[in-house]
């Protein structure tokens, strides 16, 4: 009985922490659910693995280029 209690308490903190955040997003001055930032830990990680293993670094300008003309695509 006493982890029901546990959980209806974390449930009554992280609820509105919740309806916030979707808020915030809905205005723009966060990423939360919907919304991804461009950059992530994984491209920071290939950035470095392509320093220590060359073979990796068509990997990493592959993605540029194709993002270089996602932008592209998205100005016209």
Do not use: C
């Not at 915030?24 to 220590?52: C, D, H, N, P």
């Amino acid at each position: 009985m006493r982890l029901l209690g546990w959980v209806a308490v974390a449930i009554a903190l992280l609820y509105p922490l919740h309806l916030l955040a979707t808020w915030a997003e809905k205005r723009g001055w966060i990423y939360y659910r919907k919304k991804r930032g461009s950059v992530t830990v994984g491209s920071a990680f290939l950035e470095i693995q392509s320093l220590m293993e060359p073979s990796k670094r068509h990997v990493l300008e592959q993605r540029r280029r194709d993002d270089f003309d996602d932008q592209e695509s998205g100005d016209k």
